[in-house]
C-alpha cells in the first residue's frame, strides 16, 4: 500500500490564458511535514485550493488521503483540517464554542467534544479561558488554538497556509513544536510560510517559480544543490527567476 497522502501529477489550473499553476508534480507522505514555499503570485494558494478540494483543476491528477480531486471533493473536506494566518476561528464565539462548533461540522459526538475540549485546554495551558470570547485573546494564543482546532476531528492531513503570519519568534517556535507533535501521531502537516527559517524545520520543501516547481527536496539536499549557505539564501537564487509580480 502506497505510503503516499498526498499525489499531485500535472496538475494545473488556468484562468483564461493565464496560468495560475504548471503542470506541477509531487507526493508527500504520511506524517511527513512538507513545506511549499513561493513568493507572493507563485501560484501556491491556487495549488493549495486544489488540493483542498476547493477549485477544480483544468487538467492532472491528484489524490489527497486517497481521494480523488475531480470526483471526492466533499470526502476530501471530511479527511483534512485547514488553517490560514487569517484565522480559522470565530472571534464572536467563546473559546469553548468554537471548539464545539467545528466539531459539530466534522460530525463528532458529544462525547468526543466535550473529552477533546478538556484536553486541548489543559494542553494549551487554557483551562481558564474556556468561556473567553476568542477576540479578546492575544494573537500568538489565537495562532495556537486555531491549530488545535484545525486538527480537533483528528484529520489525516492539516494544511497550513502562513499559519504564523504576524506572531513573535517566541510563539513562532512553539507553534512549531505543536506541528511536530502532530507529525509524530501521523498528521500529514503542508504548510505554506514566508518565514525561510520555518522551511528548515520542514522533511522536505517544493519551491514554486511563476506556476512551476522550480525544486524539491530536503533542506540540507536543496542547500547543497544551490551552494547556499541557507534557505532563504536558496529562495532568493530561485525568486530571482521570476517572471510574473504579485
Known amino acids: 500500500m502506497s505510503n503516499s497522502m498526498i499525489t499531485a501529477e500535472n496538475l494545473t489550473k488556468r484562468f483564461g490564458d493565464f496560468v495560475a499553476v504548471d503542470h506541477i508534480s509531487f507526493e508527500v507522505n504520511k506524517g511527513e511535514i512538507f513545506g511549499f514555499l513561493g513568493a507572493n503570485g507563485a501560484g501556491k494558494t491556487t495549488a493549495m485550493r486544489m488540493l483542498c478540494g476547493l477549485s477544480l483543476p483544468t487538467s492532472g491528477k491528484g489524490t489527497v488521503a486517497g481521494f480523488d480531486i475531480y470526483k ?43 473529552k477533546k475540549t478538556a484536553f486541548i485546554l489543559h494542553h494549551l495551558h487554557l483551562e481558564k479561558e474556556g468561556d473567553v470570547l476568542v477576540k479578546s485573546l492575544p494573537l500568538g494564543w489565537k495562532q495556537k488554538l486555531a491549530f488545535s482546532v484545525a486538527i480537533f476531528h483528528e484529520p489525516q492531513i492539516v494544511f497550513l497556509d502562513e499559519p504564523t503570519g504576524g506572531v513573535d519568534p517566541v510563539t ?21 510560510t514566508h518565514y525561510m527559517d520555518e522551511a528548515e524545520y520542514c522533511n522536505r520543501v517544493s519551491i514554486m517559480v511563476d ?3 522550480e525544486a524539491l527536496d530536503t533542506p540540507a539536499q536543496l542547500k547543497r544543490t544551490y551552494a547556499a549557505a541557507s534557505m532563504d539564501e536558496v529562495f532568493l537564487k530561485l525568486a530571482r527567476k521570476a517572471v510574473r509580480g504579485e
Open 72 to 114: 471526492d471533493n466533499e470526502k476530501i473536506k471530511q479527511n483534512i483540517g485547514y488553517m490560514s494566518q487569517k484565522f480559522s476561528l470565530y472571534d464572536d464565539l467563546t473559546v469553548k464554542e468554537n471548539m464545539r462548533f467545528y466539531g459539530g461540522i466534522y460530525g463528532m459526538t458529544n462525547d468526543f467534544i466535550r
Open 172 to 192: 513562532r517556535r512553539e507553534f512549531w513544536s505543536m506541528i511536530y507533535q502532530a507529525a509524530e501521531l501521523g498528521i500529514t502537516i503542508f504548510v505554506t
Open 211 to 213: 506556476g512551476k516547481v
